[in-house]
């Protein structure tokens, strides 16, 4: 599995200077399944754009994105949800939460949907590990930002994915919780061979990068 970024370059910010110094935009990459790829992006280069443009929301660039050999540009509906659902799992800078359920409520969701491959023993111990098995219960709108963030991180790790795909992930959360979740992410993507993109302001230590790019 693998995605292939051939002079990409979004319609928005085509003509800022920011695109020239770019290591991603105009440029052919790969990205192959297993990989931890890091993609530090300051203000207004186009980060949320990117993760939006790989995970198929976006069409509003020139150049080709493929995935697995496929334009995803030419890809039919019920093609890209299989996609989502069997290969990409994604943590939305704007998290994404349903406000009306709780916080186990929406982390079951990516559970249910699919063939689980996380029993409810194994979510159980993933939130005690992240610190959030006290709040599960409550509406997910009463719970924090950090709180919020750790629950989209476990409901990403809910489903099957080749690559889990991340905008500024630990934004919202102190050092010692950071590694938590770089721990627990990390983990999983490795028992499951999994590929990670992650998008954030600044450089890190979080994982065990295989490759380091600046947007």
């Known amino acids: 599995m693998i995605f292939e970024l051939n002079k990409v370059i979004p319609s928005t910010i085509a003509d800022r200077p920011s695109v020239?110094?770019?290591?991603?935009?105009?440029?052919?990459?790969?990205?192959?399944?297993?990989?931890?790829?890091?993609?530090?992006?300051?203000?207004?280069?186009?980060?949320?754009?990117?993760?939006?443009?790989?995970?198929g929301l976006r069409k509003d660039y020139i150049g080709d994105i493929s995935y697995d050999g496929k334009n995803i540009l030419q890809l039919k509906p019920s093609e890209l949800a299989q996609i989502r659902q069997k290969h990409w799992s994604i943590v939305f800078q704007d998290l994404r939460l349903f406000s009306s359920l709780t916080a186990r409520e929406n982390i079951e969701l990516k559970r249910v949907l699919y063939d689980p491959i996380i029993t409810e023993e194994q979510l159980s111990e993933m939130a005690n590990q992240l610190g959030i098995q006290s709040i599960l219960n409550q509406p997910a709108t009463k719970c924090s930002y950090g709180e919020q963030q750790r629950i989209c991180i476990l409901r990403a790790l809910m489903q099957p994915f080749d690559f889990l795909i991340m905008d500024e992930p630990f934004s919202h959360l102190d050092n010692a919780n950071k590694k938590i979740a770089a721990e627990l992410i990390s983990t999983e993507c490795k028992r499951r061979n999994a590929g990670i993109i992650i998008t954030d302001l600044d450089k890190d230590d979080h994982f065990d990068y295989q490759v380091s790019l600046n947007l």
């Open 20 to 55: 020239e110094l770019s290591d991603v935009w105009g440029k052919y990459i790969q990205w192959k399944k297993g990989q931890f790829i890091k993609i530090t992006a300051p203000s207004g280069t186009g980060k949320t754009t990117l993760v939006h443009i790989l995970y």
